[in-house]
């Protein structure tokens, strides 16, 4: 899943139909608003806000991602008194696939229907509709129907409820009178709104996604660092009540430990971590000791911290990823406060994994440039962005498909004389291994590998780079003399392997109401709004080619294989929802074939490898203290590797309970 799909999971929640409010009857002024919609500094799209003569509400949504995006058109009916008696909603949605999806109210029954889901239940005054599908348009009638309730809390349909938690008010241009809304109960931490002083949407800003009121487009440039502020100060809360500090050394005592560079396990195991290191590993039974912390590991597997080597990390993924046992991130293209965060999740300042690779992303600019990073329209600009990143401690340079292809090689010598690594997409019109031959150290995606196969002349900005992977990916031969001399070449440039194959299963393998199979064992622990956003499906597959979308999935997991028999180094990222899809993709390596040791070694020992540390990934006397405690054992059944009931970051003690507990997130208890 791409970060801006993520970041509209989030939004969705906040996108929700009032089914009542009595300040919006139709003799209330009501003017035509307009939106423009930002991908990072990119005009992408727009949203419009109306009302007619009748009072029917109409809101049109769209925005371009890469080929990718929604249009959406709604339409809000109101009764005299305010209340929603229908709101139907049409277009298609961020994979292009078809949107249909209906509210209404007849005879005091309220009833939904989507492609995605359906339900009815009795009408209350207090009940609001969230809709699946839905735009920023309808966040007015649930702003003004918070505001006007009892405790600025509403129930909401088909489940959960959503609370004001803060008003602040500020100020631009000397005019320009806003305030910015904290919404909470909808997603993993509050959500954020800004209205203006009549009530109405006017924005919502983020370093990868804005949507502002037209004519007040350089306000998104205050407004996104103030939103940004108030989140921060809200996980930095946090982080005082949840991170523990030992004021002792730590045991942990009578444990199974996985040593990551063997791939066995060494049981009933003691290990004592002093400060950030860990301090001594022992099979002797220890005296009792006034001045150690004793946790007891019995029946549990003790681990080295995972890695996840591809993130487009936020503060907010920094909860799920340590809750999950990962204490360790490469990020692979971000804002430029990304150094920041890194600094603050160093510091525990915000809770987090270290962030062990900064990448520097780098595109062309054009209709399909990406959404962050430096974005280029020569060469000189890309050497330019390359020694800026360098000197603000990045270690490797992301390309992506938009940069032309004869600019691959010198942007790579100039990367590599600096020490860097590069990796990425393969550009558009080019296959991968040209883009070896000109320099590559890494691919990102097992898809970019399965189009090494078909064309060079596949305009891979697009969505085609997922669509004719679905399509014929199934007919690869790993037989083929093609495949043999691409493994080959491979192997002779020590290239590593990034799948990220789960993204690959939701994308080509299931409808709308289905869930995504990368998360379907983790959705009813999840907030009912996230957990809404795994039911949206993949790509829309052509009448009667739904077994091959699948086999090509197989085929997928099958490449993944064929590297790994073949000596070819693979890094287990995820490019989805922090934590969980980990776990997720460490669970499809070994149903690619990969035994579940050689996967947590990939998952740990490997990855610090790649990543050019020798503190991190195993467990031995000296090195920093990154642990993970899981109730089970891992090496026999890849399940278990959810199931972590302690993390322990650079010797800091971190309880997933709790800190699931403080998201809305069950534990796996």
Known sequence: MSKILQVLIIIIAVTITSC??????????????????????????????????????????????????????????????????????????????????????????????????????????????SPINGSFGSSELLIRKLLSSENQEVSLLPSGS??????????????LDLRLIELTGQSFTPSYVWIDKDDRFFGYASPWFTCVQKGYDSIAKQLEPIQSKKGKEYLANLAKSLVEVPSKKIVIKNTNLFDSKTGEIRRNTSVIVKGNKIFKITDQVLDSDEDLFVIDGTGKTLLPGLFDMHTHISETDGLLHIAAGITSVRDLGNSSDLPELRKNFNTNKLIG???????????????????????INNLDEGYKAIQEYYDNGYKQIKLYSSIDTEWVQPLTDKAHQLGMRVSGHIPSFMIAADAIKN?????????????????????????????????????????????????????????????????????????????????????????????RGYYSGGLPVPEGKEDQYKASYDKLLGIVKELYENDITIVPGTDAMAGFGLHAELENYVKAGIPEEKVLQIATSISAKVCGTDNLGSVEEGKIADLILVDGNPVENIEDIRKVVLTIKDGNLFKPEELYKAIGVKHFK
């Open 20 to 129: 009542q409010d009595d300040r919006t009857s139709s003799e209330d002024a009501y003017p035509l608003m307009e939106y423009n919609i930002y991908m990072g500094n990119k005009l992408a799209g727009y949203q419009k806000i109306s009302r007619d003569e009748n009072g029917v509400f109409t809101y049109s949504y769209e925005f371009n991602d890469r080929g990718r995006g929604p249009h959406i058109d709604e339409k809000v009916k109101v009764d005299k008194n305010g209340v929603v008696i229908d709101h139907e909603i049409v277009g298609y949605n961020y994979l292009k696939d078809t949107v249909n999806e209906t509210f209404t109210i007849e005879n005091n029954i309220a009833k939904w229907k989507s492609s995605a889901e359906q339900g009815e239940v009795k009408f209350d005054n207090n009940s609001f509709f």
């Open 162 to 175: 959503i609370k004001i938690t803060s008003i602040d008010h500020h100020k631009f241009v000397d005019t």
């Open 353 to 375: 994994p270290r962030i062990l690779v900064m990448s520097g992303f780098i595109d062309k600019s054009g209709p399909y440039a990406g959404p962050t990073g430096a974005i």
């Open 439 to 531: 320099g590559y150290d890494e691919i990102q995606h097992v898809n970019m590998v399965a189009l090494n196969f078909l064309s060079d002349t596949i305009d891979t900005r697009t969505p085609l780079r997922f669509s004719m992977v679905a399509e014929h990916t199934h007919n690869l031969d790993f037989e083929s003399q093609e495949f043999k001399s691409f493994i080959k070449l491979l192997k002779e440039n020590e290239i590593v392997i990034d799948p990220t194959v789960s993204i690959f299963e939701q994308m080509f393998s299931t409808k709308a109401g289905e869930p995504d199979p990368a998360f379907v064992k983790i959705l009813d622990r999840l907030p009912i709004s996230i957990k």
